[in-house]
């Protein structure tokens, strides 16, 4: 019995490509339970444009240049940009090398948030797996817009999983720490894909013989190449995390993930600690007396099932 189209669930995924971006699109257009409204950009990985072209270029590999792509903030709220370039490369993607876009992006990203969310209350996913900056951008030029939103899937914060990028923070949440507090408080419907939940899931170097000699496939060798080196250099095991692709299977089949609802805050002024998920953990009778606000989060998941799903799904048969 083949999925029923008219049941997919419309969604706007905002991104900073990157690599796990590129797959998470990739992830998200080969799911026919999900429909793509939109692609929104953010700085983060690395500077927006750049972010924005790699979109436009893994849309042009998809052959789906009819998914429209919006730029939207250049830099934080607050804060000086920071890059993962290290880990993404200089051009965003890897080792991969996609033709230039032959389109240009179709509008602002936060402006299109907005209308679509206004004009379709509770039907749209927003799913976020970037510097939060454009969702708390179009929180404060609308205030409540976010809560119009059927979900919000985040792929950010760590809980009780060491950070990334710092000690204690994961890159979207410290790249944006102001952002991503006034998301969790906005009352929006979020559910979190923390650190906790996508440390369990990798793309294995083995994963990649199984990908065929298409231009996609090709792709994604390519791409996750430096970053499955640099992984194997500091933890002595080509992988990369799918960290992107699990906030998109949020919304394709939440039956993969384990859920906790967990009270939490974001430290934004700390030397040592922006971007950290201040969890309460404190053994209260009541949870009216815990710190931060009440948070979904995935906090386990079936990997063998997410990763079939994956594999099954980022290479559209056609490219
Ligand atoms: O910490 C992982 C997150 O930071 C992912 O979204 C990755 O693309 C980077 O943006
Ligand atoms: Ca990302």
Same mark, same amino acid.
């Given at each position: 019995?083949?999925?029923?189209?008219?049941?997919?669930?419309?969604?706007?995924?905002?991104?900073?490509?990157?690599?796990?971006?590129?797959?998470?699109?990739?992830?998200?257009?080969?799911?026919?339970?999900?429909?793509?409204?939109?692609?929104?950009?953010?700085?983060?990985?690395?500077?927006?444009?750049?972010?924005?072209?790699?979109?436009?270029?893994?849309?042009?590999?998809?052959?789906?240049?009819?998914?429209?792509?919006?730029?939207? @903030? *250049?830099?934080?709220?607050?804060?000086?940009?920071?890059? +993962?370039? &290290? #880990?993404?490369?200089? !051009? /965003?993607?890897? $080792?991969?090398?996609?033709?230039?876009?032959?389109?240009?992006?179709?509008?602002?990203?936060?402006?299109?948030?907005?209308?679509?969310?206004?004009?379709?209350?509770?039907?749209?996913?927003?799913?976020?797996?970037?510097?939060?900056?454009?969702?708390?951008? @179009? *929180?404060?030029?609308?205030?409540?817009?976010?809560?119009? +939103?059927? &979900? #919000?899937?985040?792929? !950010? /914060?760590?809980? $009780?999983?060491?950070?990334?990028?710092?000690?204690?923070?994961?890159?979207?949440?410290?790249?944006?720490?102001?952002?991503?507090?006034?998301?969790?408080?906005?009352?929006?419907?979020?559910?979190?894909?923390?650190?906790?939940?996508?440390?369990?899931?990798?793309? *294995?170097?083995?994963?990649?013989?199984?990908?065929?000699?298409?231009?996609?496939?090709?792709?994604?060798?390519?791409?996750?190449?430096?970053?499955?080196?640099?992984?194997?250099?500091?933890?002595?095991?080509?992988?990369?995390?799918?960290?992107?692709?699990?906030?998109?299977?949020?919304?394709?089949?939440?039956?993969?993930?384990?859920?906790?609802?967990?009270?939490?805050?974001?430290?934004? *002024?700390?030397?040592?600690?922006?971007?950290?998920?201040?969890?309460?953990?404190?053994?209260?009778?009541?949870?009216?007396?815990?710190?931060?606000?009440?948070?979904?989060?995935?906090?386990?998941?079936?990997?063998?099932?997410?990763?079939?799903?994956?594999?099954?799904?980022?290479?559209?048969?056609?490219?």
């Amino acid at each position: 019995m083949g999925f029923d189209p008219s049941d997919s669930r419309p969604v706007i995924l905002d991104a900073d490509p990157g690599v796990d971006d590129a797959l998470a699109i990739m992830l998200a257009l080969g799911s026919p339970e999900l429909d793509v409204l939109g692609i929104c950009t953010v700085s983060g990985n690395v500077p927006l444009d750049i972010g924005t072209g790699n979109a436009l270029k893994v849309l042009a590999l998809l052959g789906r240049d009819e998914v429209p792509v919006y730029p939207g @903030a *250049e830099g934080p709220l607050r804060k000086e940009a920071v890059y +993962a370039t &290290e #880990v993404h490369g200089p !051009g /965003g993607l890897g $080792d991969s090398a996609l033709p230039l876009p032959g389109r240009s992006p179709a509008g602002d990203a936060v402006s299109f948030m907005i209308e679509t969310l206004s004009t379709r209350p509770r039907e749209v996913t927003l799913i976020a797996v970037g510097p939060l900056t454009n969702l708390a951008l @179009a *929180e404060a030029q609308a205030p409540g817009v976010l809560k119009k +939103a059927r &979900e #919000v899937c985040v792929m !950010g /914060g760590a809980v $009780d999983e060491p950070g990334n990028v710092t000690p204690v923070a994961e890159f979207n949440f410290f790249a944006d720490p102001d952002a991503a507090r006034q998301v969790l408080r906005s009352g929006a419907s979020v559910t979190l894909a923390p650190l906790d939940v996508t440390h369990r899931v990798a793309l *294995e170097a083995s994963h990649l013989a199984q990908l065929p000699a298409s231009p996609a496939g090709v792709f994604v060798r390519e791409a996750v190449r430096p970053a499955m080196d640099l992984i194997g250099r500091v933890q002595n095991r080509h992988r990369i995390y799918l960290h992107d692709p699990l906030a998109v299977g949020l919304a394709i089949d939440p039956s993969v993930f384990g859920f906790e609802t967990v009270f939490a805050d974001v430290e934004t *002024e700390g030397i040592l600690t922006a971007g950290q998920v201040v969890a309460d953990r404190r053994s209260f009778s009541k949870d009216g007396n815990r710190k931060g606000l009440p948070v979904n989060c995935a906090m386990g998941v079936d990997a063998g099932r997410f990763l079939a799903l994956f594999l099954s799904r980022i290479l559209p048969s056609a490219v």
